[in-house]
Every structure is written in structure tokens, then in C-alpha cells.
């Protein structure tokens, strides 16, 4: 079994995946850290700066499948997961990759009350800007919805340790360490 964590930047998906692999002894998977090793150590912002969003996204889908067989792991995902882009540009929901990640194993959503996001992302150069185009909240907003729609359950990081987090999840999955 693999456990996926997916939210939004910022909702604690790195820091209760390290304390669940302490509790449990999976080792964690980070994409965004594999898409920075597959590029000699370039942090992501400027990747998608000298690439593109779409590039990135088609990045991450090349990581997922991947990983399509992988089993006992935990599964750290960067917020943007879930989305490709349409023609446009806009965010869509991502088929490819949710099919990839229900296969995969549980979804677990991290979230944290919307004003607190806001304020442990903003400004944070180390993830790529996302407010160029729009506004963290706006794309917040709409990605909520998918994030709860694809889980198999939630846990609000506003009111947990991650710590308590770990005993929700073990429990929920019925994992013993």
C-alpha cells in the first residue's frame, strides 16, 4: 500500500509525510524533489520560468508514471498535482495523472483554513509564482473542490500536530507501527 498526500502549498504534506515515515518506516517520494534532481538541482521556480507550467505539469505526469508500481511508499505531491492546462492556459483537472494516483494508492488531503495558507505562502520564493496570473486565493478556491473530491479523506492541518495527524492516519488505514 502507498499513501499519497495532495493540498495545497503550505497545508504540512512534507512535514507529516517525514513523521509518518519515522512512524512507519515508508520512505517519502517527494515529486516536487525528483522534478529538482531531474534537472541537475534546479529549483523549480526557475524551471518553470525557463520552461513553462506546462512543461512542469508534463514533468510531474512523467514522475507519476514512474512511480505507477511502486508499493510502500509515502507519497509527498506538490499542490498543483491534480491540474494540467488547457489550451489556454487555465488549470483543468488532470485525468492522466488522477488515474495514475488512484492506482497508486490512498489519498490523503492536507488542508489548513484558507487564511493561513495565504499567509505561509506569500512570499515564499522557494515555489514558483503562482499569482502572475491570478491570485493565490482565486486558484485556491478553485482547487479545493477536486483536492476533496479525489481523497479518501481529510485531515485540517489548522487544528492537528502532525504528530496527531500520524495517529489519524495510521488509525484510518489501519496501519500498526
Not at 524551471?47 to 507550467?53: F, G, L, Q, R
Not at 495527524?165 to 484510518?172: C, F, G, H, L
Request: aromatic share 8%.
Amino acid at each position: 500500500m502507498n499513501i499519497i498526500f495532495i493540498g495545497p502549498r503550505g497545508a504540512g504534506k512534507s512535514k507529516v509525510s517525514r513523521a509518518l515515515s519515522k512512524r512507519i518506516d515508508y520512505p517519502v517520494v517527494s515529486t516536487d524533489s525528483i522534478i529538482v534532481y531531474e534537472n541537475g538541482g534546479m529549483p523549480i521556480p526557475k524551471y518553470v520560468e525557463s520552461n513553462s507550467w506546462k512543461a512542469f505539469r508534463d514533468l510531474e505526469y512523467s514522475i507519476l508514471k514512474k512511480l505507477e508500481h511502486a508499493d510502500g511508499i509515502i507519497l509527498d505531491c506538490g499542490g498543483g498535482i491534480l491540474f494540467d492546462l488547457d489550451a489556454d492556459g487555465n488549470e483543468i483537472l488532470s485525468e492522466r495523472k488522477l488515474n495514475i494516483l488512484k492506482k497508486l494508492g490512498r489519498i490523503i488531503l492536507l488542508e489548513r483554513d484558507f487564511k493561513e495558507l495565504l499567509e505561509k505562502v506569500e512570499g515564499d520564493k522557494t515555489r514558483p509564482d503562482l499569482a502572475k496570473n491570478k491570485a493565490y486565493s482565486e486558484i485556491l478556491k478553485k482547487r479545493l473542490p477536486f483536492y476533496e473530491n479525489v481523497s479518501h479523506f481529510k485531515l485540517n492541518m489548522s487544528t492537528l500536530s502532525k504528530e496527531e495527524a500520524v495517529d489519524q492516519i495510521t488509525n484510518r488505514l489501519g496501519i500498526h507501527s
